[in-house]
Every structure is written in C-alpha cells, then in structure tokens.
C-alpha cells in the first residue's frame, strides 16, 4: 500500500490564496447579487497591452505554417528573449547579466518555490515574516523546516525576520546564520522597499557568511523612487551570491499567460566550489519542456517600444489606484503604508482586530475582499493587504465603502 510524502503532510491548512477564494465563493453563494469587489490575490485586472497582443496573433499565425511552426520550446528559452532580457533588464543598468545566465518559466511562482531543489535537505532557510507563503511551503514540502507550533505560527527550523513598523518593515541581518536567504523587494505582502546600500549589506553579509540569496524582484517595474535597486546584481558582489527571479505577470498582465525568469550567475558556487548555474539547467531540462512560444514571442514584445510605452501606461494605472487607497484611508484614520514602489498597500488592522476578523468584516459589511496579514506570517497579524491591481472604478468604489465602516 502506498504512503505519502508525511513533509506534505505537515503543511498547516491549504494554501493562503485558496482559502480566501473559498471564503469569498461561500459569500457568494450565500449572498447572490452582492457586489463583491476583490482587492485580494494581486491579479491584474488591465488586458494584454496592444503591442503583445499583436505579437500574440502573429505567433499562432506562425504556428499554422509548416515553415515558422515551432515544436517543443528549448528548454532554458528562445535566444531572442533571454537575448532581449540581457540587453533591456541588465546591460541597460549597467549591470553584466549572459543571455545563458537567464532560465526561462513558467512564471516567478514556480521558481520561486522550485529553487529550493539544488540545495541540500539541512539548509537552514531565513524568511521575512510576514513572506510570500510559497517560499516558506516549498520548503516545508521539502523536509527542511522542522516542526510547526501552531501557536505561535512559526517552524522549528525556519530563521524568521521580523518586518514590523518598528524596523520600517525592513529585514535586520539575522542573528542565526542562514545557508539560504528569501528576499523580495519591493515587498509581498508589505510594499515596502530598502535602499540599495541596504541591499548591499545583505549581498556583503550573504558572500561574508557563505549563504546564497533568492531575490524575488517580481515587482521591481512599480518602483518609482531614486536608490532603490531594480535588480540585486546592481550591488557588488551578487553575482557570487544571489539567484534572481522575475515575472511577466505584474510589470505586464502575463497572470493567465505565464512567463517569468530566473537569473543564475556562472560565477555562483557552493562551499565546494560546485556551480548551481549547471545544477538549475539540469533540473530545468529535467522537468521543463519550455515556456510556450507564442507566450516568450509576446513576452519579447513587453520590450518593444510600443510594449514598453503601453506597459508602462498599466503601472501608471494601478499606481494611481495604490494612491487612492494610501490617500483614502489615510484620511478616514487608518494606518498606511506600502504602495508608493509597490502595488500592495498594508494597513493596520482598526481596534486591535485581528486579521482575520478584519477580513470577516471587510467581506461582510463592505464586501470588499483583502488578504490578512496573518495569512503571510506572525508577524502580519493586525495588518490586512489590498492590492492596487484592480480596476480604478472598483478601487474608487472600495475605498468609499471602507470609510463607511
Ligand atoms: C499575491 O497576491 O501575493 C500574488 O499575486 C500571488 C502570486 O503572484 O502568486
């Protein structure tokens, strides 16, 4: 008789983003024709920019054709993508990145909580807390963060770093010392960013201490602040010490399209002097069989001219919507934050309320959905995200009834 993998079963709960789905399907049901707006899951409500969508239609176009159709995608991604990614989101930063140091996906989801693969079973992990829950769970289905308190909310093995209004919701260098460090900035769920000579610290502190950094940078397109890094290889020495990822799904509405990439530098190795860069391809090309091609010849569409000046149109719209929520509930008392380089707006859940409470009282009284803070960790509790991918209307529309409560 077979018997399961006990790491999957130690996983608390089902998966943050599900459980609010389902919450927010039985109030549905329970209320037919309420009008329910979603500011939760950060899925982007503007459609496919004109540009990609134009390069889309050609690209199936080219697949009814014996002499453009494309079979199985190469593995690690089409030249002219991971060609495009080199020149456009590196080289024009300043910042040396070989188009066969970038890995083509399905998206940064996937990669962020395939990763964890390459390193060893004893690698000691350190999270943000409140984290993007995948980083934490990967980890849990891989044996590698002891055992959970449901209590406090935190596994034996995991090294947590609190982000608190105390620190500015900036991670301090940890006291224990991690082999593996998730970053993401800008910040899920927080919106909060650092400095590049605080990123810098980190890169000095991860090549000091031996660990590698995954840097989850899938929102670094919503920066708008000077001295913030777009990419963690603009500091000294992150190409011996960081794996980046990024996404198409915020910077261009690729959500239900899917397309996303992670940078591994050649010059990344291990203690014994193993580099992960042929460890990831050899993963990848094990169980990978590409991103689809029409999907990479619209992703290299996003660095046209015209994809640039439309995407960046999109930004512009959610930002806008951030400001609406920051200025909007600013001003009906709550507490704010996020939403300046980020497209999550975080706040402090009114009288002490807990976030999930909050969540209940949002859902029912304002039907508005959110995601609470607890869900990202601890150190979420009494704080609740909104994100600012949805349309203005409804963010217009959710803000007003929020101040109502
Ligand atoms: C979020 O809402 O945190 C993200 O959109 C989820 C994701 O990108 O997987």
């Known amino acids: 008789m077979f018997t399961l993998n006990d790491n999957y079963l130690k996983l608390p709960g089902s998966y943050l983003f599900s459980t609010i789905g389902r919450k927010v399907r039985e109030y549905r049901e329970a209320n037919p024709g309420t009008e329910v707006i979603s500011l939760g899951i950060g899925d982007v409500t503007q459609p496919l920019a004109p540009a990609i969508i134009k390069r889309l239609h050609e690209a199936v176009d080219e697949m009814a054709k014996p002499e453009t159709f494309k079979g199985y995608a190469p593995d690690l991604g089409y030249e002219f993508l991971r060609n495009t990614i080199a020149d456009q989101d590196y080289k024009a930063r300043g910042v040396e990145i070989a188009p066969d140091e970038i890995f083509v996906s399905d998206g940064a989801k996937s990669d962020s909580a395939n990763i964890q693969e390459i390193f060893s079973q004893n690698s000691r992990i350190a999270v943000c807390d409140p984290v993007y829950?995948?980083?934490?769970?990967?980890?849990?289905?891989?044996?590698?963060?002891?055992?959970?308190?449901?209590?406090?909310?935190?596994?034996?093995?995991?090294?947590?770093?609190?982000?608190?209004?105390?620190?500015?919701?900036?991670?301090?260098?940890?006291?224990e010392t991690p082999d593996i460090i998730y970053l993401c900035f800008p910040n899920n769920p927080t919106g909060a960013t650092i400095k590049k000579e605080?990123?810098?610290?980190?890169?000095?502190?991860?090549?000091?201490?031996?660990?590698?950094?995954?840097?989850?940078?899938?929102?670094?397109?919503?920066?708008?602040?000077?001295?913030?890094?777009?990419?963690?290889?603009?500091?000294?020495?992150?190409?011996?010490?960081?794996?980046?990822?990024?996404?198409?799904?915020?910077?261009?509405?690729?959500?239900?399209?899917?397309?996303?990439?992670?940078?591994?530098?050649?010059?990344?190795?291990?203690?014994?002097?193993?580099?992960?860069?042929?460890?990831?391809?050899?993963?990848?090309?094990?169980?990978?069989?590409?991103?689809?091609?029409?999907?990479?010849?619209?992703?290299?569409?996003?660095?046209?001219?015209?994809?640039?000046?439309?995407?960046?149109?999109?930004?512009?719209?959610?930002?806008?919507?951030?400001?609406?929520?920051?200025?909007?509930?600013?001003?009906?008392?709550?507490q704010v934050s996020g939403g300046v380089n980020a497209p999550y707006i975080w706040l402090k859940t009114p009288d002490g309320m807990s976030s999930w409470d909050f969540f209940d009282h949002l859902l029912q009284q304002a039907n508005v959905v959110g995601t609470p803070g607890a869900g990202f960790g601890p150190s979420g509790e009494g704080y609740f995200r909104l994100t600012a991918f949805g349309t203005y209307e409804n963010t217009v529309k959710a803000v007003e009834r929020i101040k109502k409560l």
């Open 133 to 175: 829950p995948v980083y934490v769970d990967s980890n849990v289905m891989a044996g590698r963060t002891g055992t959970y308190d449901a209590a406090t909310g935190l596994w034996s093995d995991v090294i947590y770093m609190p982000c608190r209004e105390e620190n500015g919701f900036a991670p301090e260098l940890p006291k």
């Open 198 to 334: 605080e990123l810098q610290k980190w890169v000095d502190y991860a090549n000091q201490k031996g660990a590698v950094i995954i840097y989850d940078a899938a929102y670094e397109a919503y920066i708008s602040e000077d001295d913030v890094p777009h990419t963690i290889y603009e500091c000294e020495g992150a190409r011996t010490c960081a794996i980046e990822i990024r996404s198409f799904s915020k910077n261009a509405g690729f959500t239900g399209t899917r397309l996303g990439f992670t940078v591994v530098p050649k010059d990344l190795k291990d203690v014994n002097g193993v580099a992960l860069h042929g460890l990831w391809a050899r993963r990848h090309g094990t169980k990978f069989n590409g991103a689809p091609y029409i999907i990479q010849a619209a992703g290299e569409a996003v660095y046209s001219p015209e994809g640039k000046a439309q995407t960046r149109e999109q930004i512009a719209y959610y930002m806008n919507n951030a400001k609406v929520i920051l200025d909007g509930l600013a001003n009906a008392g709550y």
